[in-house]
């Protein structure tokens, strides 16, 4: 009987559904770290905050003191004494209030400012495994809307509770020195909104985690639409996209729309309940004024106190879930910190001249039995979770890329990697650069392992064109510098050696023009030559050519090969092409077939021993092979197709 096939692996969880504990200490700790550089704001904000807390309870007495005191009495002068002192305390509950707000509001925009610094940082230094399974959108939230729900436990939670805290605490602790009778017959409903406010808590728990996750995958699917819009627009799928948008929208305002309703319904009750409270404070107080047991200005400042009780106490409930949404956010975020960063990537004290003795004594290139999958042991890849295994099978062989690569390279020499789409090509560059770490073998530059070797060290000798070119928004010269402080004149001889010169010439601003994104106002020829001048500008010890004139005319592209074999001479290269007419003069030539080497040799030799190049060859040039008949017209591969 045949073995049942196993089931299709499921979708890894959403790293945004998670709920997470209402309160870390752990990560409270690591936000705290963020605070301590703004301590001054933090005792600014506290001491509006303290005193506006005062200022509340001063309120409430003063009436007291002119219903019981200044009215009987009819002493005028003394209303308009304390009418003049609650004008002055309504100016110091302004200042105060202000001055919360705006130390607050500075605190939590420097800490926004500190995280989202150091954020951007750890995604730059995070290996591009990470990125492969991380979607960019989701990445995109981390930065931006988890970062802002900090921004609002710093502004509106940590502090202002505090502040809240206090003012219940000072009100409470009044309102039972004035008359705990009052206090008492107003504290009965409190149980109640104890209870209210905790259903309310968990309902609204549960409306920010599925706000949280249609926003990071809304994120998600804009972000690559917008990425393939020509994708898009070429294949007429428009409506198609409006639709599965629509569908994202929608989900994203209805999860709003069901915290809202959460919120509709909490604050009636609250309210409902501060009138049940004042209720039964009247009910009380109406006995003990008709024995005369209490005045009616004791029963207007308990009015005026059970209203702000209940207020803080109904802030504290929103207060909480501020916290619990940013508990989630600084989770997700200090995974994020957490990630470890991409092998070598430390600066080197000594990049300089590290860097010039390797271009001076030249780069030897040497892979030895270099085995590489872009999964791991269970053949599994990271974002999915497949069948379980029994504990006595043997974990799955890994999807292997490449099989056992071996070749040097060394100053002067070039080698060329051909082969079918997917046979491992970029893989191999991908490796060099270090962008990947092979899982069996080595690769040696200049004696040395690449994972001994500084990062930095690697990429500052190697120029690299790669087929898809990224061009970023900016000038020109900024693009071809990119950080390496290389004089005009020096980029200008770049462009004018590969011809990008004519380039720069066209442009209204010339080396000062500004591209859009991706290198938008320039066509995909016109950046191909932009990124080769920008390769060879550093004067780079390797060339690394990933089908580097697949989108410049027959023209320029003769001037880049002349350039090119100017440049060779003494310099290591590495070329990838898919067009074979362009890498005839190689040293050495590698056919790859399933990641694995199965011919080597120079141009002449391997056409005249018949294989897999020989055959790619002729299909290339359009000749049929020595046992076929002559056909009108042989399909030719075609030059663009991305490399394996």
Not at 432 to 449: A, H, K, M, S
Request: aromatic fraction near 6%; hydrophobic fraction near 50%.
């Amino acid at each position: 009987m045949a073995a049942a096939a196993p089931s299709a692996p499921a979708p890894a969880p959403d790293a945004d559904d998670a709920l997470g504990k209402a309160y870390d200490a752990r990560l409270v700790r690591r936000l705290l770290a963020y605070v301590r550089p703004y301590k001054p704001l933090v005792a600014a904000a506290l001491s509006c905050i303290t005193v506006a807390s005062g200022m509340q309870l001063a309120g409430p007495l003063l009436t007291r003191w002119v219903i019981d005191t200044a009215l009987p009495a009819r002493d005028a002068s003394l209303v308009w004494q304390v009418a003049l002192g609650y004008a002055v305390l309504l100016a110091g509950q302004f200042a105060a209030a202000y001055g919360e707000t705006v130390f607050t509001a500075q605190l939590g925009q420097r800490v926004m400012r500190d995280l989202r610094g150091e954020l951007f940082a750890r995604l730059q230094a995070l290996p591009i495994a990470f990125f492969d399974r991380s979607p960019v959108g989701r990445l995109v939230t981390r930065v931006t809307s988890d970062v802002e729900a900090l921004n609002e436990l710093f502004t509106a939670g940590v502090v202002s509770g505090l502040g809240d805290l206090l003012t219940l605490l000072a009100i409470g602790a009044v309102m039972l020195v004035v008359n705990w009778r009052l206090a008492l017959a107003a504290f009965v409903v409190i149980p109640l909104v104890l209870l209210v406010s905790r259903v309310f808590q968990r309902s609204v728990r549960t409306s920010y985690r599925d706000i949280r996750t249609r926003l990071a995958r809304l994120n998600a699917f804009l972000g690559e639409r917008l990425a393939g819009l020509r994708i898009v627009q070429l294949f007429g799928r428009e409506s198609h996209e409006v639709t599965r948008f629509a569908t994202l929208n929608q989900s994203h305002l209805d999860a709003h729309l069901a915290s809202i309703t959460v919120y509709a319904l909490y604050f009636p009750v609250i309210e409902f309940l501060t009138t049940l409270a004042l209720a039964s404070l009247l009910v009380t107080a109406g006995f003990q004024v008709g024995v005369g047991a209490l005045s009616v200005g004791t029963v207007a400042a308990f009015l005026q106190l059970v209203r702000r009780f209940f207020q803080p106490l109904q802030d504290l409930s929103e207060k909480y879930n501020i916290l619990q949404a940013a508990m989630a956010a600084s989770e997700r975020i200090f995974a994020l910190l957490d990630t470890p960063p991409a092998p070598g990537l430390a600066p080197t004290p000594d990049l300089e001249a590290r860097v010039a003795r390797m271009r001076a004594d030249g780069v030897t290139v040497v892979f030895e039995d270099v085995w590489f999958a872009y999964e791991d042991g269970s053949g599994l890849t990271d974002d999915t979770v497949g069948p379980r295994e029994s504990a006595s099978s043997p974990p799955a062989e890994p999807r292997w890329v490449l099989r056992g690569v071996s070749f040097r390279v060394g100053p002067g020499e070039s080698v060329a990697l051909v082969g079918h789409t997917g046979a491992g090509k970029t893989t191999i560059v991908n490796l060099l650069l270090r962008f990947y770490e092979p899982q069996r073998g080595r690769i040696l530059v200049n004696g040395t392992d690449i994972r001994d070797l500084p990062a930095d060290v690697l990429r500052a000798v190697i120029g690299y064109v790669q087929q898809d070119i990224f061009l970023f928004a900016g000038n020109v010269a900024s693009n071809l510098r990119l950080g390496t402080g290389l004089s005009d004149a020096a980029l200008a001889q770049a462009a004018a050696r590969v011809g990008a010169d004519r380039v720069v010439q066209r442009l209204p601003g010339g080396w000062h023009h500004e591209l859009g994104e991706r290198g938008g106002g320039v066509s995909v020829g016109e950046r191909q030559l932009l990124a080769f001048a920008r390769a060879i500008a550093a004067d780079p010890a390797l060339l690394v050519l990933d089908e580097a004139t697949s989108a410049v005319d027959s023209h320029v592209e003769s001037v880049i090969h002349a350039a090119v074999a100017e440049l060779m001479a003494g310099r290591t290269t590495i070329a990838i092409a898919h067009r074979l007419s362009t890498i005839v003069g190689a040293d050495e030539i590698l056919v790859l077939h399933h990641g694995a080497v199965i011919e080597r040799g120079t141009h002449r030799g391997l056409v005249s021993a018949g294989g897999m190049y020989e055959r790619l060859f002729r299909l290339q040039a359009g000749e049929p092979a020595p046992h076929e008949a002559p056909v009108a017209s042989a399909p030719r591969l075609p030059t663009g197709a991305t490399s394996g």
